[in-house]
């Protein structure tokens, strides 16, 4: 016997919550290709000539997946967000990594949970696209952690509030 359906209104209300969770979701793509380009560029001094060269790699897949997200939310009927989470500035290289790192753990977090909640809705297509970021988006991570010396950051739901563990 076929589950009883959900009324259109339920399903309405989901369908919009998750348009909205992309549309954050493409707050956090615009603030990550804005900080990338400027920290690609500004990051100067030998040792960290390597990581501003991946930075520049993470600033044009940033607006890739910013493509593929706002897709998604017309495709949901929706209209795309057009306004950057807010975007830190600091002298110091390592803290600008820093940044950039706490940004890509929050991304990873919240694409987690946009995976399941994409399935949840049967919208398997949807959950499909966003895995395939949130594989580029862990490479971002470990680009990161590698350049800072440390751990990769463990952010999944059972390690939730744990603070990153220094290597050295
Ligand atoms: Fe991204
Ligand atoms: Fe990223």
Redesign the pocket.
């Known amino acids: 016997m076929a589950e009883p359906k959900p009324t259109a209104t339920e399903n309405e209300i989901s369908r919009d919550r998750l348009a909205e969770l992309l549309n954050e979701d493409l707050s956090r793509e615009y603030q990550?290709i804005i900080a990338y380009v400027v920290y690609s560029q500004v990051l100067s001094g030998a040792q960290y000539m390597d990581i501003a060269a991946q930075l520049e790699l993470?600033a044009k897949?940033?607006l890739d997946?910013a493509l593929i997200i706002s897709r998604q939310i017309d495709y949901l009927g929706k209209m795309p967000a057009v306004t950057p989470q807010p975007v830190r500035t600091s002298k110091d290289p390592k803290a600008m990594l820093r940044f950039d790192l706490e940004?890509?753990n929050e991304?990873i977090r919240n694409y987690r949970d946009r995976i399941r909640q994409c399935e949840a809705l049967g919208e398997y297509a949807m959950a499909e696209q966003i895995r395939q970021i949130l594989t580029?988006?862990q490479d971002?991570?470990i680009d990161l952690a590698t350049a800072l010396g440390i751990e990769v950051p463990d952010v999944s739901d059972a390690s939730r509030g744990r603070a990153l563990r220094k290597r050295r």
Do not use: L, M, R
Request: hydrophobic share 10%; proline share 0%.
């Open positions: 990550a993470h897949q940033e997946h940004n890509e991304t580029q988006e971002h991570q």
